[in-house]
């Protein structure tokens, strides 16, 4: 079993920073992609960031310049450092991992349990 928990959400002035992490234990074998995902209520869930075992990073346009994906391979973590926050940016944070458990290439997609982030006008 994977599990991926993240921490680091919570409450937050406009203009302000938070830095989501997101660590996976169980059995792993490797990760490739990582993202981060939000859903605010009464939207759909939407890709925030994502970044590859490469390092390869995308966003979507709403976060460019103020949010940054990294990553540490050897401890199977994932952080969002979230500059510039504005209450368009509430929403529940999680993360998402594709993980190949077995070594043998074939991968499967788990998620967190969540974590808020509320930014106040």
């Known amino acids: 079993q994977v599990q991926l928990v993240e921490s680091g959400g919570g409450l937050v002035q406009a203009g302000g920073s938070l830095r989501l992490s997101c660590v996976g234990s169980g059995r792993i074998f490797s990760i490739n992609a990582m993202g981060w995902y939000r859903q605010a209520p009464g939207k759909q869930r939407e890709l925030v960031a994502a970044?590859?075992?490469?390092?390869?990073?995308n966003y979507v346009d709403s976060v460019k310049g103020r949010f940054t994906i990294s990553r540490d391979v050897a401890k199977n973590t994932a952080y969002l450092q979230m500059n510039s926050l504005k209450p368009e940016d509430t929403a529940v944070y999680y993360c998402?991992?594709?993980?190949?458990?077995?070594?043998?290439?074939?991968?499967?997609?788990?998620w967190g349990q969540g974590t808020q982030v509320t930014v106040s006008s």
């Open positions: 998402n991992a594709n993980v190949d458990v077995r070594g043998s290439g074939w991968m499967s997609a788990y």
């Open positions: 970044i590859t075992s490469g390092g390869r990073t």
